[in-house]
């Protein structure tokens, strides 16, 4: 799984909810973050939409001070704009569910390092400069990658440099171990895969852009103006998740929702509310 997109995505999306949720990352690391929950209606990159259709993609965009210091209001299913990196990332419940993905990573961590160990004591080139040093080295870095995670990128770059000058049947066979030992660690993903929802993550956030709802909303409904200063509470993703709810019960009360659930949910499959955290096992959203 890329580590996240090598550009910055712009997204148009509709605002859904603020939580605090658990993320497996790419590099298999757990994070809890707090979150924006948007359904994001296309991306856009480098001038190029991309249409999502329905159902919009859900993705959560990790919450920062843009979201508050970018003048407007929040509201239930009001239109947002933001660019950040796009990750695909699993979404977590539980302590079962984080002590699954720390047994299944340290079970894959501790077959590649002995996998990588093994092949190095295999291996014999004293015409190589500071061979035994070299060796040493690169068995310290395949330790702390089994120990706390540390990415393989960087061992995997530096053996194909060791092996640089000793000759092309030396080269073919690194390449060959590497691309054995990635094949595992893409095992790991699938594993995940089957067994996570699958979400876009928005990360380093930034030229949040608040719209109006460009309806009879804009007038009915009574917002709560962003405020920078809310940052500084503990508590503020709480007192935002409770301006949104307060917004969708007035849009209820008034009868001015957004879309019609109950319409959408006699669609076709393709065509069934996703505006509801968890409806996402449902779609496992993310793709491939």
Request: net charge positive; aromatic share 12%; hydrophobic share 45%.
């Amino acid at each position: 799984m890329a580590i996240r997109s090598r550009g910055r995505y712009w997204l148009q999306a509709r605002i859904i909810d603020v939580q605090r949720l658990g993320f497996i990352l790419p590099d298999g690391r757990f994070q809890e973050l707090n979150v924006m929950i948007v359904g994001a209606l296309n991306f856009v990159r480098v001038g190029t939409h991309i249409p999502l259709g329905w159902p919009p993609q859900t993705v959560f965009a990790e919450f920062n001070a843009e979201f508050l210091r970018a003048p407007g209001q929040m509201g239930y299913a009001k239109p947002i704009a933001m660019d950040g990196f796009l990750v695909r990332a699993y979404l977590v419940e539980g302590w079962r569910d984080r002590e699954f993905v720390q047994q299944s990573q340290a079970k894959v961590q501790q077959l590649v390092s002995d996998n990588l160990k093994a092949w190095l004591d295999g291996e014999h080139h004293p015409k190589i400069p500071n061979w035994a040093n070299q060796v040493s080295s690169l068995q310290q870095a395949i330790d702390a990658y089994r120990q706390k995670g540390i990415g393989l990128e960087p061992i995997f770059a530096r053996l194909e440099k060791l092996f640089a000058h000793a000759g092309k049947r030396q080269q073919q066979r690194v390449k060959k171990m590497i691309t054995h030992n990635w094949r595992l660690i893409a095992a790991f993903d699938r594993k995940l895969a089957a067994r996570f929802p699958t979400g876009y993550l928005l990360r380093e956030v930034r030229h949040v852009t608040h719209f109006m709802y460009g309806d009879e909303r804009d007038l009915a409904l009574k917002l709560v103006s962003n405020d920078p200063g809310l940052m500084k509470q503990a508590d503020y993703l709480t007192q935002i998740h409770q301006q949104l709810a307060d917004s969708k019960a007035q849009q209820v009360t008034l009868g001015l929702p957004f879309y019609n659930p109950h319409w959408l949910a006699t669609q076709l499959e393709f065509h069934r509310a996703v505006w509801k955290l968890d409806q996402l096992k449902e779609f496992h959203l993310g793709g491939n």
